[in-house]
């Protein structure tokens, strides 16, 4: 009878009926969200990686662009140099997601590659203005829901920080161009440094790459110190490296990490059921993040 139930139960039976959710320990997962609900939401922050985690991994079965790729298959690049950074793509992006080769084998490789590719986009002389174009003719797209997901954060005042190892001014760009750009949003993410002229001559601060967000995290230590009375995070990552995300966090009580794995589904479904609470398998939506917030909010 349904009407004995809670209102926690009858939301997490509506979460466990998503047919691509997954958990490996689905009464932790359950602990975590009453915590985090009795706490409120004014104690809780939304920390997301961008690339296959706010965007689509895949749309009517073709793949979708992650910042990167936006640039490198826009016109403000050379065909020479496409094909130099498809190279680059074609030999790194397999290691990325490699399971047979551990985090310290990767780390080099993974640095080579966004320093390779940032040199080679710092070579083309982008056009800071020729940026928005860019990313309006692009494919790239943001996951279902994705407005429902910007919308009611903002509504209910609760930050959302975005930690990317993509291209801040390129994501900037998407989130303006789909209107949800508002106030409570936060970018950590690798920025373009241009000259007096709006030409791009380098790469600002410290290099973001899929491994180091930690470091990164702990560069930012005001951030995290303005939000210390949101001591609850729901934390959303498509790599194994988003996991680092929230090590700045101050005073942490409560974390839900909800991952989605879209690519080697078989191959890595173990390591990520056993790192993240909640796992989404192919799953093209913010559904089950959107109604984690709605429940908590
Ligand atoms: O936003 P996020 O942290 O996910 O951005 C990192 C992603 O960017 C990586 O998953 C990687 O596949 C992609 N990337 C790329 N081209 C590069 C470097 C990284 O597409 N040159
Ligand atoms: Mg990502």
């Known amino acids: 009878d349904s009407s004995e139930l809670t209102p926690f139960e009858i939301f997490f039976q509506k979460i466990e009926k998503f047919s691509k959710l997954h958990m490996k320990d689905r009464d932790r997962v359950q602990e975590i969200l009453q915590s985090m609900q009795k706490a409120g939401?004014?104690?809780?922050?939304?920390?997301?990686?961008?690339?296959?985690?706010?965007?689509?991994?895949?749309?009517?079965?073709?793949?979708?662009?992650?910042?990167?790729?936006?640039?490198?298959?826009?016109?403000?690049?050379?065909?020479?140099?496409?094909k130099k950074l498809q190279g680059l793509?074609?030999?790194?992006?397999?290691?990325?997601?490699?399971?047979?080769?551990?985090?310290?084998?990767k780390l080099p490789l993974m640095v080579e590659w966004w320093t390779k590719a940032h040199e080679l986009l710092v070579n083309q002389k982008i056009k800071k203005d020729g940026l928005a174009k860019a990313v309006r003719d692009s494919d790239?797209?943001?996951?279902d829901g994705y407005k429902d997901f910007f919308d009611h954060l903002h509504e209910h005042s609760i930050p959302l920080l975005i930690f990317s190892a993509g291209i801040g001014d390129i994501l900037e760009e998407v989130i303006r161009q789909t209107e949800v750009f508002h106030p409570n949003?936060?970018?950590?993410?690798?920025?373009?440094?241009?000259?007096?002229?709006?030409?791009?001559?380098?790469?600002?601060?410290?290099?973001?790459?899929?491994?180091?967000?930690?470091?990164?995290?702990?560069?930012?230590?005001?951030?995290?110190?303005?939000?210390r009375t949101q001591t609850n995070?729901?934390?959303?990552?498509?790599?194994?490296g988003d996991?680092?995300?929230?090590?700045?966090?101050?005073?942490?009580?409560?974390?839900?990490?909800?991952?989605?794995?879209?690519?080697?589904?078989?191959?890595?479904?173990?390591?990520?059921?056993?790192?993240?609470?909640?796992?989404?398998?192919?799953?093209e939506s913010l559904d089950v993040p959107n109604a984690v917030i709605r429940f908590l909010t």
Not at 91 to 100: G, L, N, Q, V
Not at 203 to 225: C, D, M, S
Not at 233 to 240: E, F, Q, R, Y
């Open 41 to 82: 939401s004014k104690t809780l922050q939304v920390i997301s990686d961008f690339d296959m985690t706010l965007t689509r991994f895949e749309y009517n079965g073709k793949r979708c662009p992650t910042c990167h790729n936006i640039l490198e298959r826009s016109d403000v690049i050379s065909s020479d140099c496409k």
């Open 89 to 105: 793509l074609d030999k790194y992006y397999p290691i990325e997601i490699d399971t047979t080769l551990s985090v310290e084998e």
């Open 140 to 143: 790239a797209k943001l996951r």
């Open 185 to 227: 949003v936060k970018v950590i993410s690798n920025y373009m440094d241009f000259d007096e002229s709006g030409v791009l001559k380098a790469f600002k601060g410290e290099l973001i790459h899929i491994y180091n967000k930690r470091e990164g995290a702990l560069l930012n230590t005001g951030h995290f110190q303005e939000l």
């Open 233 to 240: 995070v729901l934390l959303l990552g498509d790599s194994l």
């Open 243 to 283: 996991l680092n995300m929230a090590d700045g966090v101050q005073d942490m009580e409560n974390i839900l990490k909800i991952g989605f794995l879209n690519d080697k589904v078989e191959e890595r479904k173990q390591s990520y059921l056993d790192s993240y609470d909640i796992v989404l398998i192919k799953d």
